[in-house]
């Protein structure tokens, strides 16, 4: 599956943005999906997740509460809403996918159980 991410861009503290994940090449109902970000020096972190029928979602704790993930699996496409964004929040947001398993509704948080990855878009929040 190819993962593409848009929806990036620079906007002011308090603001919202809505990244969109658009998969190619297989139906995305066969992955739980995360979303991740990197900022420079910093290790890529979990943000948010969803299983592949959007029953189960899970969040960090320093989005909660501010940020909605979802899928449309008609459209092949998974979101991720944030709204009060903060500087902290600045970061290439990345899209992954990962094989559907029993093992992803523990380990969603960790990088390493996702397979494939999309290219990252870049959020910017100015203070």
């Known amino acids: 599956v190819q993962l593409q991410a848009s929806g990036g861009g620079l906007v002011q503290a308090g603001g919202s943005l809505r990244l969109s994940c658009a998969a190619s090449?297989?139906?995305?109902?066969?992955?739980?999906m995360g979303w991740f970000r990197q900022s420079p020096g910093k290790e890529r972190e979990f943000v948010a997740a969803?299983?592949?029928?959007?029953?189960?979602?899970y969040y960090a704790e320093s989005v909660k509460g501010r940020t909605t993930i979802s899928r449309d699996n008609a459209a092949n496409t998974v979101y991720l809403e944030m709204d009060n964004l903060k500087p902290g929040d600045t970061a290439v947001y990345y899209c992954?996918?990962?094989?559907?398993?029993?093992?992803?509704?523990?380990?969603?948080?960790?990088?390493?159980?996702?397979?494939?990855w999309g290219q990252g878009t870049q959020v910017t929040v100015s203070s």
């Open positions: 090449g297989r139906t995305v109902t066969n992955y739980d």
């Open positions: 992954a996918a990962a094989s559907r398993s029993a093992s992803w509704y523990w380990q969603y948080r960790s990088h390493r159980e996702y397979n494939y």
């Open positions: 969803i299983d592949w029928e959007g029953s189960a979602t």
